[in-house]
C-alpha cells in the first residue's frame, strides 16, 4: 500500500513539528510533494520550520499552533485545517514527552499533562481525522509509540503506559480499518538525540549511558523507516536491530525477572538513591 497521492484539497498532518522527529518528518513528506500542516505549542519554531520546508522543497505549509494536552485547543485543529480547504490524508500523531523519576515523587499536574499529550490527543485526532479517510477510501495514520511500550518502565511508568496504549490503540485502529483504503503502522523508537531526553529531565550523563550508546539511531533515520514502513503497509515498525532486540525482549521476559533488572538500572530511579 502506497501513500495517499498528493493533491491541493489533501494535507499531511504532523503533531511535534517544531522539533525532533516531527521537523523530520514533516520534511520528508513534503519532499515527497505532500502538503504538510505542522502543530505544536512554540508558534516561531513552527514559522521557522515551515520556512525552512518551503526553501527546501517549494511546499509552503499550514501552521496551527495548539496545545495538545487541551481539548479545546485540540478541537480547534480540524477547525483550521477544514478553513485552509483541505482534508487529513495523512496523519503522523508524533507529539509526546515523558516525565522521569518514581510516582512517589512526581508531579500530579504534570504526569496528567503527558497523558493528555501522549494518550488523549492520539485518540482524540484519529477519531476527527479518520472519518474523512474512509469516506474518501484512501489515508494514512503512523502513531508514534516507543520501545518502552512493550514492557512496564519503573522511572517512568506513566510514559511506557502511555505508550503501551498507543501500541494497543494503533493495532486495534488497523485491524478496524483494513480493506478500507487507510494504513495504519506503529512506530516504536528506541532512543533517538533530540529534545526529549532534556524535556523529560535526564541529565546529558543519564542520557548517553554507555548501555544505551548502542541503540541510539538517527531522526532522519527513524523517521524515514517510519514513513517507509507506513507506505509498505507494516503494522509495526521499532528501527534499529538493538531496539528489535530489546523490544522482543521486553515482551518475552517475563515480568517478575525483567523489572527488577529495569527498576535497578533506569537512572532516574537512581536519583538520590
Ligand atoms: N527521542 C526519543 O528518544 C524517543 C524515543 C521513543 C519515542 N519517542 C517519541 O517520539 C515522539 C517525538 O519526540 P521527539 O524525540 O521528537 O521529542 P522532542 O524533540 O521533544 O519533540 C516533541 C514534540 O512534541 C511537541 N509537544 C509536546 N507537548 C505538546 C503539547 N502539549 N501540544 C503540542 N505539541 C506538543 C513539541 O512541541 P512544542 O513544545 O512546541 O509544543 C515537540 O514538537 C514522541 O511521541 C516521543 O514520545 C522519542
Known sequence: ???PQPSDDRTALV??????????????????????TLVAR????????????RAATGITPLVVTADL?????????????????RWVSILVNNA????????????PEAEVTMIRTDVEAVAHLCSTFVP?????????????????AFQPLPGQAGYAASKAFVLSYTHALRSELSGTGVAVTTLCPG????EFGEQAGFTEEETHLAALRY????????????????????????????????AWSGWAIPRRVLLPLLRSQHPAMQRGA
Open 191 to 194: 532512543p533517538v538525540e533530540t
Open 215 to 246: 541503540l541510539y539511531v538517527s531522526p532522519e533515520s527513524v523517521t524515514s523507516q517510519g514513513l517507509a514502513g507506513l507506505a509498505g503497509g507494516r503494522a509495526v515498525v521499532i528501527p534499529g536491530v538493538g531496539n528489535k532486540v530489546s
Open 42 to 53: 512554540r508558534e516561531d519554531r513552527l514559522n521557522q520550520v515551515a520556512e525552512d520546508i
Open 69 to 85: 494536552s487541551d481539548l479545546e485547543s485540540r478541537s480547534r485543529v480540524a477547525e483550521q485545517v477544514a478553513s485552509s480547504g
Open 96 to 107: 509526546g514527552l515523558s516525565t522521569s523519576g518514581p510516582v512517589a515523587a512526581s508531579d
Open 1 to 3: 500500500m502506497a501513500l
Open 15 to 36: 503533531t511535534g513539528a517544531s522539533s525532533g522527529l516531527g521537523v523530520h518528518f514533516a520534511t520528508q513528506l513534503a519532499s515527497a510533494g505532500q502538503h504538510v
Open 132 to 148: 474523512p479517510m474512509v469516506e474518501n477510501r484512501t489515508g494514512a495514520i503512523l502513531n508514534v509509540a516507543s520501545t518502552a
